[in-house]
């Protein structure tokens, strides 16, 4: 047992470890960021519990690595990084197993979903997009990111940000011609 002469000298019981100090950091930052990697994850799957085992393995990858992670400039940037990484690899695995559907078929279920909520809507447009497109339109409208940050996550330049995500806006108001006036520009940002 400590002596109040060790306590004060700093000899007494022992603080906290690096490894508990390490969970501590890592537990607080799934606190504060699990919803928003779920929102993003959700729109990048379309499907709930897809989207709730990326954000599992995108967490259980990012606990593995905390400590390199938490000592970034943007821990959850790079977090962000290794869920679309995931999601990237899950796409392609899906493509490669399931075959491309023709136009008909994808008709025939908008007809049999035509009473679907817009947000369910939206997330199935979404799916639509080709995986690169999806997420950049997913990093800016759900993630809030600008251009540069865009790039940077992603590891492509910001023009390619900007010729994805207009093509892929350009896709979505083709499925929501009611929604299709021009979109807001982004008041923070200026002219490019």
């Not at 606990?63 to 821990?75: E, G, L, M, Q, S």
């Not at 910001?158 to 207009?166: F, G, H």
Request: aromatic fraction near 6%; include cysteine; hydrophobic fraction near 35%.
């Amino acid at each position: 047992m400590a002596t109040e002469h060790d306590v004060r000298t700093g000899r007494g019981e022992p603080g906290p470890t690096e490894s508990e100090n390490d969970f501590q950091d890592f537990h607080g930052f799934v606190v504060a960021r699990s919803a928003v990697l779920f929102r993003g994850a959700l729109v990048l799957t379309g499907n709930r519990e897809a989207a709730e085992d990326l954000v599992q393995e995108t967490l259980e990858r990012a606990c593995r690595k905390w400590r390199t992670i938490a000592a970034k400039d943007a821990p959850e940037a790079y977090v962000r990084r290794i869920m679309v990484n995931l999601a990237n690899d899950r796409w392609r695995r899906f493509r490669r197993t399931v075959p491309h559907q023709d136009g008909g078929d994808r008709a025939a279920l908008a007809d049999q979903y035509g009473q679907v909520d817009t947000r369910d809507q939206l997330v199935r447009a979404l799916q639509g997009l080709p995986m690169r497109m999806r997420t950049v339109v997913v990093l800016r409208y759900f993630h809030d990111l600008s251009d540069d940050e865009i790039a940077a996550d992603l590891r492509i330049s910001p023009s390619t940000v900007r010729s994805q995500l207009a093509r892929g806006i350009d896709k979505l108001r083709g499925q929501f011609p009611a929604l299709s006036g021009p979109s807001p520009q982004r008041p923070t940002e200026g002219i490019r």
